[in-house]
């Protein structure tokens, strides 16, 4: 089956195979992602924590987005590629439409994604009804880490699991195009899965949902810390650090670089600059400088 294109061609895959996505945040990932033929690539406001070194993902702009996504498109022009709308940038319909606006003229998304239940709804049909398509995301919501305490995993009382189950069915009547699941019980996203209409792409969320979506370090390995949910498909952050190592070493042992790492003159060349500048010359004008 060709690549999707589009984000509407993601929502064809639901009764096709399972969807693989995975976030990237520059050039080099991207190339990685569309080599590997991801489904979608997702620019998430993760990037916060990822590249900017911030602790949650809170601090994220859209100046931050649209200049991560810009170079994530030139790395991977023909991935389909998300954006996320970052924290307090889809306030109101209007609001919502000028910062997706953005990510769609400046850094040509294909799609954007924003956080939260019914409250989104009207964000949502706003921008669909401008021909901007919408991907959801519910469950864990890092934008609302403070008002959950925390990292935690969601949906997990009879109360919460009707409230998230309104919520899905609200976005797709609004008109997503797909559903992100974060950090919420397997049985949870299964029930959900089965009762929307457009993928389910989950993280955290076990194995029923109609894909899977993984952060570029946490999946390659390149995390501090690894979640519960992730399995690291390498190990890039010892494999890195132990070039790096090695590199020092080289270095200082004088193994590197070596001569076929070097470029030369002829001897020729060499021979005729000699003659016309000696050597012992040149080097007692280096000294008379110093």
Known sequence: MVRPKTAQDLGMLKAQR???WLTAYDFIQAQLAEAASMDAILVGDSLGMTMLGYSNTLAVTTDD???????????????VMVVDLPFLTY???????TNAGRLMQEASADAVKLEGGRRVAECVQRLVSEGIPVVGHLGLTPQSVHIMGGYRVQAKTEEA???????????VQAGITALVLEGIPDRVAELITERIAVPSIGIGAGQATDGQVLVFHDCLGLSERTPKFVTPFAQGRQVLGQGLEQYREAVLNGTFPDSDHAYHIADKEWARFQSRCPLSDTMSQEVKRD
Request: charged share 20%; proline share 8%; no cysteine.
């Open 18 to 20: 399972p969807q693989v």
């Open 65 to 79: 987005m649209v200049y991560h996504a810009r170079v994530v498109r030139r790395g991977a022009p023909q991935t």
């Open 91 to 97: 306030r109101s319909p209007e609001i919502a439409l």
């Open 161 to 171: 699991i009707v409230q998230i189950l309104d919520d899905a069915q609200s976005l």
